[in-house]
């Protein structure tokens, strides 16, 4: 029969930091990952920020006329485009991308 524990009893793990150089965590850059990348249809979106809720790594954030992913820490997962209500963001693949 194997010991239990309770979870009092379990060891401390640790604590992952989470480093911030002008409000951007270097630690944790996820944009190398990315196949695809997320293109907005500017004249067509509402501002609605849905899209900023899911994302997963905060890289969305608001411009004059729509929204902005930075790309540093995007990794393409395509929960904006999955989730924004106008379907105004399309997945393209990064090949087709000369930067
Ligand atoms: S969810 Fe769509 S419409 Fe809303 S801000 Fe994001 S891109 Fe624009
Ligand atoms: S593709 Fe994923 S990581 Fe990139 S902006 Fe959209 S939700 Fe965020």
């Known amino acids: 029969m194997s010991k239990t524990f309770a979870i009092e009893d379990m060891p401390f793990a640790g604590t992952v930091p989470s480093p911030k150089v002008n409000g951007e965590n270097e630690g944790m850059i996820t944009g190398n990952w990315r196949v695809r990348r997320p293109v907005v249809a500017e004249d067509e979106c509402t501002q609605c ?3 900023w809720i899911f994302c997963p790594d905060a890289c969305i954030t608001e411009t004059e ?3 902005t992913h930075n790309l540093k820490y995007c990794k393409g997962c395509g929960l ?3 989730t924004c209500p106008s379907k105004v963001i ?3 693949p ?4 000369e930067d």
């Open 65 to 67: 006329t729509a929204v």
């Open 49 to 51: 920020m849905t899209c």
């Open 90 to 92: 399309s997945l393209v």
């Open 80 to 82: 904006c485009a999955e």
């Open 94 to 97: 990064e090949l087709d991308f």
